[in-house]
């Protein structure tokens, strides 16, 4: 996290709050369509629109990352781990994560840190689709 006063700080929690409060609250939605209707019938349809309004959202931080290593200035940061995990969720997507050129390059790139080796061997996670 930029320490205060640094000029990357506002970024850093522009987009800590975008993964949180957009990219994970509609995943969840993704994954929990029942949740949000009365019809089964509806469920479907549910997951459905919001693979499309998810993968859009990918697509706007494919064009963020460009030219980028990371989301926020030129370090890691907590927002590089979590837009990692809400990306792997969505990795089953008609159009994955890893598909788009630039958000495809940097998950690859973070899928081979140490750190998150280690995390998703504790987790379970298998990483081959990475490399």
């Given at each position: 996290m930029p320490e205060l006063g640094d000029p990357l700080r506002p970024a850093f929690f522009q987009w800590l709050f975008y993964l949180t409060g957009t990219i994970q609250a509609e995943l969840m939605l993704y994954f929990y369509p029942d949740k949000h209707?009365?019809?089964?019938?509806?469920?479907?349809?549910i997951a459905k629109a919001q693979e499309k309004r998810i993968t859009e959202m990918?697509?706007?931080?494919?064009?963020?990352?460009e030219g980028k290593?990371?989301?926020?200035?030129?370090?890691?940061?907590?927002c590089d781990f979590f837009l990692f995990m809400l990306a792997h969720w969505a990795s089953g997507f008609?159009?994955?994560?890893?598909?788009?050129?630039?958000?495809?390059r940097y998950l690859r790139a973070l899928a081979g840190r140490e750190s998150v080796k280690q995390v998703?061997?504790?987790?379970g996670t298998a990483l081959q689709m990475y490399y």
């Amino acid at each position: 996290m930029p320490e205060l006063g640094d000029p990357l700080r506002p970024a850093f929690f522009q987009w800590l709050f975008y993964l949180t409060g957009t990219i994970q609250a509609e995943l969840m939605l993704y994954f929990y369509p029942d949740k949000h209707t009365l019809s089964t019938d509806s469920t479907a349809a549910i997951a459905k629109a919001q693979e499309k309004r998810i993968t859009e959202m990918f697509a706007l931080l494919d064009k963020e990352l460009e030219g980028k290593t990371f989301l926020v200035g030129n370090r890691l940061s907590v927002c590089d781990f979590f837009l990692f995990m809400l990306a792997h969720w969505a990795s089953g997507f008609e159009k994955a994560p890893l598909s788009f050129a630039h958000l495809g390059r940097y998950l690859r790139a973070l899928a081979g840190r140490e750190s998150v080796k280690q995390v998703c061997e504790i987790e379970g996670t298998a990483l081959q689709m990475y490399y």
